[in-house]
C-alpha cells in the first residue's frame, strides 16, 4: 500500500540567507535603474548607495557579485554626482538610495570625497 513519510523544512532564515537576498534584490533594483536611465546593455556603470547598517554589510560582502551583475566597475559609498540616476527604495525593510552613473563619463583624475579617483581599465 501507500506509505506516508513525513518531511520536516526548517523554514527559518539565517542572517547569510537574509543578506543573499538582499544582494539579490538589490542587484534587480540596480538592474531596472539602468534601463529606466537608458544604458546600453554593455555600458559599464559606477554606483552610488547610502543605506543602514544592513546595506553596508551587503555591498561589501556582496561586492564582487553586485558588480559582476550589474557591470559596476565601483560601489560607492556616499553622495552620488548631480548627473547620475538616483532613486530611493525600501528593499526588505531597509531605505536605500541608489543612484547610477556611467563609467566612461568620469574623467581621469576627477577628484571625489577627498580623494583622487582613476577608473578601472576594462
Given amino acids: 500500500g501507500i506509505k506516508a513519510r513525513l518531511v520536516a523544512i526548517d523554514t527559518n532564515v539565517t542572517p547569510a540567507l537574509a ?6 534584490e538589490l542587484v534587480h533594483r540596480l538592474q531596472t535603474m539602468r534601463r ?12 552610488y548607495y547610502q543605506g543602514g547598517e544592513d546595506i553596508r554589510r551587503v555591498m ?10 550589474t557591470l559596476s566597475r565601483e560601489l560607492v559609498e556616499g553622495e552620488p554626482p548631480a548627473d547620475a540616476h538616483q532613486e530611493e527604495h525600501t528593499v526588505d525593510g ?9 563609467a ?19
Avoid at 529606466?36 to 554606483?47: H, K, Q, S, V
Avoid at 531597509?94 to 556611467?102: D, I, K, P, Y
Fill in 60 to 69: 561589501a560582502g556582496f561586492g564582487d557579485y553586485l558588480r559582476q551583475e
Fill in 36 to 47: 529606466n536611465a537608458g544604458f546600453d546593455i554593455a555600458d559599464r556603470i559606477t554606483t
Fill in 104 to 122: 566612461s563619463t568620469q574623467p581621469i583624475g576627477e577628484k571625489r570625497q577627498g580623494r583622487d579617483f582613476v577608473p578601472a581599465l576594462p
Fill in 19 to 24: 543578506d543573499e537576498g538582499l544582494a539579490r
Fill in 94 to 102: 531597509q531605505r536605500v538610495r541608489l543612484a547610477v552613473r556611467r
